[in-house]
Nanobody
Framework: QVQLVESGGGLVQAGGSLRLSCAAS????????MAWFRQAPGKEREFVAA????????NYANSVKGRFTISRDDAKNTVSLQMNSLKPEDTAVYYC?????????????WGQGTQVTVSS
């Protein structure tokens, strides 16, 4: 079992920045890929960014490229999402996820989510 706990959500004005963190615990050895997803009210959950073991590969949704940066500290089993130039449409609950491979977009474990609200 892998446990994921997000933190860092909150309120921010449009154009501002926010940094989210996710702490992983439990049996994380076989789960090398970490990702961030988000879900806005009335919308489906969407992919935001992913990062592979040792940060060899990263992938971003087109909507956040150039604004968001995903990073990880493998020694501490943490992954972060630096969000800059935030827009009201970035408002959503952000979820951390863990998967076995970077190539396959399947995630077995999810955090409880953290709310990000961007005011206009």
């Amino acid at each position: 079992q892998v446990q994921l706990v997000e933190s860092g959500g909150g309120l921010v004005q449009a154009g501002g920045s926010l940094r989210l963190s996710c702490a992983a615990s439990g049996r994380t050895f076989d789960y090398n890929t970490m990702a961030w997803f988000r879900q806005a009210p009335g919308k489906e959950r969407e992919f935001v960014a992913a990062i592979s073991w040792r940060s060899i590969n990263t992938n971003y949704a087109n909507s956040v490229k150039g604004r968001f940066t995903i990073s990880r500290d493998d020694a501490k089993n943490t992954v972060s999402l630096q969000m800059n130039s935030l827009k009201p449409e970035d408002t959503a609950v952000y979820y951390c996820a863990a998967g076995r491979t970077f190539a396959i977009a399947h995630y077995d474990y999810w955090g409880q989510g953290t709310q990000v609200t961007v005011s206009s």
